[in-house]
T-cell receptor
């Protein structure tokens, strides 16, 4: 069974469109994250949620809106897509948000977004 | 602000060799340091988590060391195999909430 799953795996879309990426974890973790890995392979955190509550919101354009319907799911909705949004987006989860940086995080396989 | 640097950016070695990957960080007040592996087209897999109170952590052919005072960690891979080919990333917590990653070392093991 996949611990952290993301859909879709690949997403190709036109500038200006709105798209969503879904993430689910079956590990029973309280905390989930979204990371962005750019073309230079830098992996940077975007958001963190704990039990459906937003914990971390890095300097991310407000076109990006995470939504957590329950603690096992954290979806990422992106409005008005731009060329610079092309990247690989990773979802991750960890046991306890209070120790989110101190313990192992489990990553999904990534969603490769290409904006044309 | 924590910054993490990994050297080299890419490394290619023949199968069977021992090798060392390097990671440095600017803020030595860390709780731990983690090494991850990223295979092409896949997510990250945690390899080793070394606590700030530890100097070493071992898993199979992998050995991670941590020197907080100098802001450095190394990942030693013994008897390398083609299956070890991947990108290796190190990460340290910034505060309690989030991880800061290095850019990674792309490792190729040649049969």
């Amino acid at each position: 069974d996949t611990a952290v799953s993301q859909t879709p795996k690949y997403l190709v879309t036109q500038m200006g469109n709105d798209k969503s990426i879904k993430c689910e974890q079956n590990l029973g973790h309280d905390t989930m994250y979204w990371y962005k890995q750019d073309s230079k392979k830098f992996l940077k955190i975007m958001f963190s949620y704990n039990n459906k509550e937003l914990i971390i919101n890095e300097t991310v354009p407000n076109r990006f809106s995470p939504k957590s319907p329950d603690k096992a799911h954290l979806n990422l909705h992106i409005n008005s897509l731009e060329l610079g949004d092309s990247a690989v987006y990773f979802c991750a989860s960890s046991q306890d948000q209070r120790r989110g940086g101190r313990e192992t995080q489990y990553f999904g396989p990534g969603t490769r977004l290409l904006v044309l | 602000k924590q910054e993490v640097t990994q050297i080299p950016a890419a490394l290619s070695v023949p199968e069977g060799e021992n090798l060392v990957l390097n990671c440095s960080f600017t803020d030595s007040a860390i709780y731990n340091l983690q090494w991850f592996r990223q295979d092409p087209g896949k997510g990250l897999t945690s390899l080793l988590l070394i606590q700030s109170s530890q100097r070493e952590q071992t898993s199979g052919r992998l050995n991670a060391s941590l020197d907080k005072s100098s802001g450095r960690s190394t990942l030693y891979i013994a008897a390398s195999q083609p299956g070890d080919s991947a990108t290796y990333l190190c990460a340290v917590p910034q505060g309690a909430q989030k991880l800061v990653f290095g850019q990674g070392t792309r490792l190729t093991i040649n049969p």
